[in-house]
């Protein structure tokens, strides 16, 4: 008991009337450690007189006794309800243990469920890279694994290493700067693989470990590889491939160099086999016109032999019509005065033999080209005259001739069906190729502008410096 009830009990004062003082040991130290004075009587007279002498009263007694009565009632109300509330709690929080120890069994079993899963793909993982790594190394094919943000070979097969001379054990320390002879190439192919995530067939010059170049094609891809940015790696060596391309762009050069040079003897020729025909034949022709022409004036006489030689006279002259133009279209002879002269006699030719109307129009000077593009020009004008003729089905050409300070410029357009310059090629299209051929060898470019059924323009310009000069 606390409070001043309590503290007023303890100053209560107990009479005990005992004529056995043995008896009164225990209960007097008791009570006297409680706080109490005890006072003894071993006879009734004696506790009477003790009785008296005690201040307290029976009533005070009773009244201290009901207070601490009230009290300790109060204090069990209060006990009570703390205890309900305890058990309330410890209900509250045994059904939030419960709750929780759920969750917990719950999450525990998911993060069971993951690790096991998880478990799997990485043995799947651990298999897929062993199965990965056998191909890899049966592979003939140069593979390598190299880091993306830092110039290092991570992995890389046995070709690969038997490519670039370098040995197992080194592989760690391999730097891919050496790898390429232009560093531009890596930076190149790196900064692709970056940006596109894959680059496929890129030709650059590699370089082995001794220092020794070749070429080789490389597919490189973007990937991970142990948990950092990597790129996977193919080469395969074309240096034999570049050789024989190297060896077939010779051929093709000493070939058009051949055919540049044979052009210019069958030229050369048709020149000097048209001088020979104009001057020898033509002159024989021109002696035996005028014999003709005397026979028939000494033959007035005869009418019989009049018509002969007459028929003789038209023949000579048929025939020297015809030389003059076996001359002209082996070499024109206007060609002599100029290439605007030459394309002049060939757009009426033209229009002569075939009935399309033809037109030339000039702008500018005379141009001052040596003879050996001189002729290749009018070539490649009458070769695409030739063409309209046999497959444009046109009604009209125009050429024109643009002569400035710096450049040369020849269109030669129609109106006929047009065609598809890019499937040209595949068909038997040998005036088409003709005219490139030729546009080619003396440094001219050609430009081939049609479809079909929109016409065709041919338009060939020779810088002023290429073509002018002499032979």
Same mark, same amino acid.
């Given at each position: ?55 307290? @009263? ?92 830092? *110039? ?6 046995? *070709? ?78 074309? @240096? ?126 005379? *141009? ?83 479809? *079909? ?19």
């Amino acid at each position: 008991m606390n409070g001043p009830a309590d503290a007023q009990l303890r100053t209560l004062t107990v009479l005990i009337l005992d004529d056995t003082p043995a008896n009164l040991g225990v209960i007097v130290d008791t009570l006297s450690e409680r706080g109490f004075r005890v006072l003894i009587a071993l006879d009734g007279v004696e506790a009477i007189e003790r009785a008296m002498k005690v201040h307290l @009263t029976m009533r005070e007694m009773q009244e201290a006794l009901v207070k601490q009565s009230h009290q300790l009632q109060a204090e069990v109300r209060v006990r009570q309800q703390a205890e309900h509330e305890l058990s309330r709690i410890r209900a509250e929080l045994e059904r939030r243990v419960e709750l929780r120890t759920r969750e917990l069994a719950l999450a525990n079993d998911e993060l069971r469920a993951e690790i096991e899963v998880r478990e799997r793909a990485e043995a799947e993982l651990k298999l897929s890279e062993a199965r990965l790594r056998v191909i890899v190394e049966a592979s003939p094919v140069p593979l390598s694994i190299g880091r993306l943000n830092a *110039p290092y070979v991570l992995y890389a097969n046995d *070709p690969w290493r038997e490519l670039f001379g370098i040995a197992k054990q080194a592989q760690g320390a391999t730097d891919s700067h050496d790898m390429y002879l232009d560093e531009r190439d890596r930076e190149r192919v790196t900064e692709r693989v970056r940006r596109d995530g894959i680059v496929q067939d890129e030709e650059v010059q590699l370089r082995r470990r001794d220092g020794s170049a070749f070429w080789g094609t490389l597919t490189a891809r973007l990937a991970t590889y142990h948990d950092e940015p990597a790129i996977y790696l193919g080469i395969r060596d074309i @240096t034999e491939r570049k050789r024989i391309e190297r060896v077939l762009v010779e051929s093709r050069e000493q070939l058009r160099q051949f055919s540049a040079h044979m052009e210019a003897i069958r030229e050369e020729e048709r020149k000097r086999i048209a001088l020979e025909i104009h001057d020898e034949l033509g002159q024989l022709l021109t002696a035996l016109k005028m014999d003709v022409s005397l026979l028939k004036m000494r033959l007035k006489e005869a009418p019989d032999l009049l018509k002969k030689v007459a028929d003789m006279q038209e023949l000579v002259e048929l025939t020297i019509f015809m030389v003059r133009n076996v001359a002209n279209h082996l070499r024109p002879a206007t060609l002599n005065f100029g290439l605007l002269s030459a394309l002049e006699w060939l757009s009426e030719d033209f229009m002569k033999r075939t009935g399309i109307s033809s037109q030339l129009l000039a702008i500018g000077r005379e *141009p001052n080209l040596s003879d050996s593009h001189a002729t290749a020009v009018f070539r490649v004008v009458q070769e695409s005259l030739a063409n309209v003729a046999q497959h444009a089905g046109a009604t009209r050409v125009n050429v024109t001739v643009v002569s400035g300070e710096d450049a040369l410029q020849i269109h030669v357009s129609d109106d006929g069906c047009g065609f598809d310059p890019a499937s040209a090629g595949k068909r038997d299209s040998y005036g088409l190729l003709g005219i490139i051929e030729r546009a080619r060898l003396i440094g001219a470019s050609l430009q081939i502008d049609s479809a *079909p059924g929109c016409g065709t323009v041919i338009s060939i310009g020779i810088p002023a410096k290429d073509g002018s000069g002499h032979d």
